[in-house]
């Protein structure tokens, strides 16, 4: 048995005389279950990813009772697991798709499980001739794993004699010819992404995963933030915490599209803080004064 995010609960009744003792599943174990459970323990500690684990869980799930079926000779049909990634910087896209890729290793989806990933310019080439056969190498070189693309829709940019398009072409032909020896991820922003699937008739048919990340919360922001300071040993004041609370509340827009990569922006721009007034103010360098940041570390905006 399987049990979701949301209180569903996939059964799973074998007949157990047609399965070996070995393989017989007895409830959800950390044996019979241990590459979900290995996914679940790298995420638990990322800043708003409830959609996400739903969809790891959803694609274990898939795997398992698939497996299931076949151990009983039931018809199975090839899936495609081909995703599409979308979502603003630091949300979380790549790590979650290397996650993905040593969770289907260990379930024996992917023979190797590595991951590879490119951009642009492994992709397209200068030349006539040049992109078909160097997103051919690509693709052969992750075969067995995952080939991870993020602002895939930079392929789509460029003028009459840019290649791009040929790299998408060529792209498709490998998800057809060669669905079931590697798995591709596409990633980049949101709106781009759905522009970017126009460019091929073949594309949008070809991803049927689709996971979307959203942006952090003020809250979450925050949550990260503390999360960061304390695996670098430091610790903020309440003073400190209620200027970052009311910072983040009042965060532009575009701000907030950075996520991720903001906050570690804003945590180094904090300490370089704390480290000049320690120099400069008359204190006893000691561990407490050392770790301390207080609200005076963090100027007005957040920005130097």
């Known amino acids: 048995m399987v049990q979701m995010k949301d209180s569903r609960k996939i059964q799973i009744q074998l007949n157990q005389e047609n399965i070996e003792p070995s393989e017989r599943r007895e409830g959800f174990s950390e044996m019979a279950h241990y590459p979900l459970l290995k996914a679940e323990k790298r995420i638990s500690g990322m800043i708003g990813m409830n959609p996400v684990k739903t969809f790891i869980r959803e694609m274990y799930a898939l795997v398992y009772v698939n497996e299931c079926r076949r151990k009983l000779e039931m018809t199975v049909s090839p899936q495609n697991y081909h995703m599409l990634f979308t979502g603003n910087p630091g949300t979380g896209k790549t790590t979650v798709a290397r996650i993905m890729a040593s969770m289907l290793k260990d379930m024996d989806v992917l023979e190797e499980g590595h991951f590879i990933e490119a951009d642009r310019a492994d992709l397209v080439g200068e030349y006539i001739g040049q992109t078909a056969q160097k997103t051919k190498d690509i693709v052969k070189k992750a075969e067995g794993g995952i080939l991870f693309i993020d602002e895939a829709y930079s392929l789509a940019r460029g003028g009459e ?12 032909k490998a998800m057809e010819d060669r669905q079931h020896k590697f798995v591709l991820i596409l990633a980049g922003y949101p709106d781009e992404m ?111």
Do not use: W
């Open 161 to 172: 004699k840019d290649f791009g398009r040929e790299a998408v072409d060529a792209l498709v």
């Open 194 to 304: 759905k522009q970017f699937l126009k460019l091929n008739p073949g594309l949008p048919s070809r991803f049927p995963n689709t996971l979307s990340f959203r942006d952090f919360s003020g809250a979450d922001m925050l949550t990260l933030t503390e999360q960061l300071m304390k695996e670098k040993q430091y610790q903020p004041t309440a003073g400190m915490r209620q200027k970052l609370s009311r910072h983040f509340q009042m965060l532009r827009e575009e701000d907030f599209r950075q996520n991720g990569r903001y906050v570690r922006n804003l945590v180094e721009r904090i300490i370089r803080r704390h480290a000049l007034r320690l120099l400069e103010e008359p204190v006893t360098l000691n561990k407490q004064t050392l770790m301390t940041l207080e609200a005076a570390d963090m100027c007005e905006a957040g920005k130097e």
